[in-house]
């Protein structure tokens, strides 16, 4: 009988920084005796690989019987990016270990001893809950900037485990991030030593943290090829947080690139196109429908906005229920005539138009299904579209001159610098991006990573 094989992790080579990661907390270190470590920086480059791995070897050098915490953004994003590479990686080091999947605690023993790690999920409110009555003797946080800092705060408040230390990595956001401010700023290991006294001087409370900068070059498992694709596939704000790995404000123009060389975007007839999405957002009494037509072609290479409907009601007035479906079955049936569309994504917060629209499809024969948009970060769907367009996977038509306009005029609010807000006060078309965007949010991470990973 054919034996199954087991996965295995096949390793290569650690660079010196993840080195560092793995060798820190030795005795024979010379920052053993640090409280924690920080690694920050560009996407891919080797930090939840080395720093999982590293911290179930301290745990388990270091402790026996005690608990840790192992945190990522929710709990299934923590299994999907850590847990599954780290099972792999302690298989193939001899480790013994038992995932309890509905307690969410991975068992490690060795040598008759074993640690316990809970995994939990800074956004799940059930992990903020049970968090708070665990004592622990470690704490690592992947992505610790897409956490709740209350979530945090929370956890470490639970190292009162003597050697306890804290795990953290993340990528760059804006330089008024919570982390950046209360963590990296203060950690003795990211400031020089005249840094280190002047912070002294104004009584800051210092983080005896080491601090690790990564870049794409401290992955030596990425071909030069693969590492150019990735630094292909981020432009503005974007690169230089992904990429270059800076905490760097996104201010300004939005879509830079499109806004600078509009002639490589903007087409005059559509290329062959293998199917269509609807998206549509609702407009009120100050704002406008917007319905956009978005085409993929082969291979979902390319993204392709083929046509809109913009009607403002501030300036034309508003629509009544039958006009908006009207204009629906109208703008639907013109898609049909010319590609495959099954699909329509609206605003969900107008759960009545919907419905509306929904008997309307259905009465005109139209053969399309109305659905809710996911309507997740605004930011995701920014940094998606920028990123088409950096790759030059992003066309638009001629006509489409609200879109166009929409894209031109998107800038970012200098409001609140702690959070990228797209500016959305009435000055601005956000509703073309909105629908726009809304057409392609359930195909986003599929097409952007088309071919790129595994
Ligand atoms: N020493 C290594 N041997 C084999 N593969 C490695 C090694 N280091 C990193 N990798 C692989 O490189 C890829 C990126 O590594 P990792 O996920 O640790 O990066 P990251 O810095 O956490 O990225 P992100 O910021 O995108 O989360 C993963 O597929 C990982 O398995
Ligand atoms: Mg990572």
Redesign the pocket.
């Known amino acids: 009988m054919a034996r199954v094989k087991q996965a295995v992790?096949?390793?290569?080579?650690?660079?010196l920084k993840?080195k560092k990661i793995l060798s820190w907390w030795l005795p024979e270190s010379p920052v053993h005796d640090m409280d924690g470590i920080i690694?920050d920086?560009?996407?891919?480059?080797?930090?939840?690989?080395?720093?999982?791995l590293s911290f179930i070897f301290w745990a388990m050098e270091s402790f026996q019987e005690e608990n840790f915490a192992m945190c990522g953004k929710t709990i299934g994003s923590f299994r999907r990016?850590v847990l599954m590479?780290l099972k792999l990686m302690l298989r193939s080091r001899g480790y013994k270990f038992k995932d309890h999947r509905a307690d969410n605690l991975l068992e490690v023993s060795r040598k008759g001893f074993t640690n316990y790690f809970y995994i939990f999920g800074g956004k799940d409110e059930r992990s903020q809950d049970l968090i708070q009555g665990i004592t622990l003797a470690g704490l690592f946080c992947?992505?610790v900037a897409l956490m709740p800092e209350s979530f945090v705060n929370q956890a470490t408040g639970r190292c009162s485990v003597d050697g306890s230390k804290f795990w953290f990595?993340?990528?760059p956001a804006g330089p008024a991030h919570w982390f950046k401010l209360n963590w990296i700023n203060v950690s003795t290991g990211y400031l020089s030593k005249e840094d280190i006294d002047k912070a002294i001087s104004e009584g800051k409370e210092l983080k005896n943290i080491l601090y690790l900068h990564?870049t794409m070059d401290d992955?030596?498992?990425?071909s030069e090829k693969i590492k150019a694709r990735y630094r292909s596939m981020y432009t503005g704000v974007f690169f230089k947080r992904?990429i270059l790995g800076l905490w760097i404000a996104a201010e300004g123009i939005i879509y830079d690139l499109f806004c600078n060389s509009k002639e490589d975007f903007i087409i005059d007839k559509a290329p062959p196109i293998i199917s269509a999405v609807i998206g549509i957002d609702f407009g009120g009494t100050g704002s406008a429908h917007s319905f956009t037509l978005t085409g993929f072609t082969p291979g979902m290479r390319e993204v392709v906005v083929l046509d809109e409907y913009y009607h403002n009601n501030k300036e034309k007035g508003r629509l009544s229920p039958a006009e908006l479906d009207a204009a629906f079955v109208d703008f639907a049936k013109r898609a049909k005539v010319k590609y495959k569309v099954h699909d329509v994504y609206c605003d969900s917060a107008e759960q009545t138009l919907i419905e509306g629209l929904t008997i309307a499809a259905a009465k005109a024969r139209l053969g399309v299904e109305v659905k809710n948009a996911i309507k997740g970060p605004i930011n995701d769907r920014i940094a998606f579209y920028n990123s088409l367009m950096a790759q030059g996977r992003f066309k638009i038509l001629k006509h489409c001159k609200a879109t166009i306009s929409a894209l031109e005029n998107a800038v970012y609010s200098d409001k609140n610098p702690v959070k990228d807000e797209r500016l959305d006060d009435g000055t601005t078309n956000i509703d073309s991006l909105d629908s726009m965007e809304y057409s392609t949010e359930s195909v986003q991470d599929s097409i952007l990573y088309l071919g790129m990973?595994g």
């Open positions: 992790f096949k390793f290569k080579p650690f660079s993840q690694a920086g560009a996407i891919r480059s080797g930090k939840t690989v080395s720093m999982a990016n590479v992947d992505e990595n993340c990528n990564f992955n030596l498992s990425l992904y990973r």
